[in-house]
């Protein structure tokens, strides 16, 4: 019932700069936090920033300065802008949004996760 569709993934050179995007769609009553988390091959899932439905903000360490997440809740989107890219960044990078929906209760949903490449 709810679906989460992300773009803007692709092939950058390192301190190049990439923007995500999140869309959420279907029977949507409510938005919590959002957030996107990346996985590299061999590595554990993380959270690479999340935000609230106020507009707080929470960055992983690695990425403090560099990438920005924000939102549109008329859209109930997220984005992601990456400016400074590293070949460390290279991951799936997937989104996350907490969602009261028509089952009548709050779950988590994600997206099917984008592909960033980070190489020269």
């Known amino acids: 019932q709810v679906q989460l569709v992300e773009s803007g993934g692709g092939l950058v050179q390192p301190g190049g700069s990439l923007r995500l995007s999140c869309a959420a769609s279907g029977s949507i009553f409510s938005i919590n936090d959002m957030g996107w988390y990346r996985q590299a091959p061999g590595k554990e899932r993380e959270l690479v920033a999340s935000?609230?439905?106020?507009?707080?903000?929470n960055y992983a360490d690695s990425v403090k300065g560099r990438f920005t997440i924000s939102r549109d809740n008329a859209r109930n989107t997220v984005y992601l802008q990456m400016n400074s890219l590293k070949p460390e960044d290279a991951a799936v990078y997937s989104c996350n949004a907490h969602v009261f929906s028509s089952v009548g209760r709050w779950y988590d949903y994600w997206g099917q996760g984008t592909q960033v490449t980070v190489s020269s």
């Open positions: 935000i609230t439905n106020s507009g707080s903000t």
